[in-house]
């Protein structure tokens, strides 16, 4: 099993920055894909940003492209998304997911799920 703890959420004003972080602990990998997630109220969850852990290649949603910035540092077994130029759209609660495979956008296509952290930008 693979333990996802998601933390760096909070209230930011439209304009402004956070980081998140992912930490993986439990059965941990050196392949697979690292992914954002989020789902804002009343909508369904939506791919943000993923990293293969191996070669760091990524991708993203049109939405934050040129804003959200994900990495990982292997040594941590931590992953991070940088997200600037936050906008009232972006609130929402942020899931990290992991999965051995490379994956891309698809839920369905993560094992592992974190419990979450709250981003909320005010206008």
């Known amino acids: 099993q693979v333990q996802l703890v998601e933390s760096g959420g909070g209230l930011v004003q439209a304009g402004g920055s956070l980081r998140l972080s992912c930490a993986a602990s439990?059965?941990?990998?050196?392949?697979?894909?690292m992914g954002w997630f989020r789902q804002a109220p009343g909508k369904e969850r939506e791919f943000v940003a993923r990293?293969?852990?191996?070669?760091?290649?990524?991708y993203y949603a049109d939405s934050v492209k040129g804003r959200f910035t994900i990495s990982r540092d292997k040594a941590k077994n931590t992953v991070y998304l940088q997200m600037n130029t936050l906008q009232p759209e972006d609130t929402a609660i942020y899931y990290c997911?992991?999965?051995?495979?490379?994956?891309?956008?698809?839920?369905?296509?993560?094992?592992?799920w974190g419990q979450g952290t709250q981003v909320t930008v005010s206008s």
């Open positions: 997911a992991a999965t051995r495979a490379t994956a891309w956008g698809r839920l369905g296509q993560y094992d592992y």
């Open positions: 439990g059965r941990t990998f050196s392949s697979g894909t």
């Open positions: 990293i293969t852990w191996s070669g760091g290649s990524t």
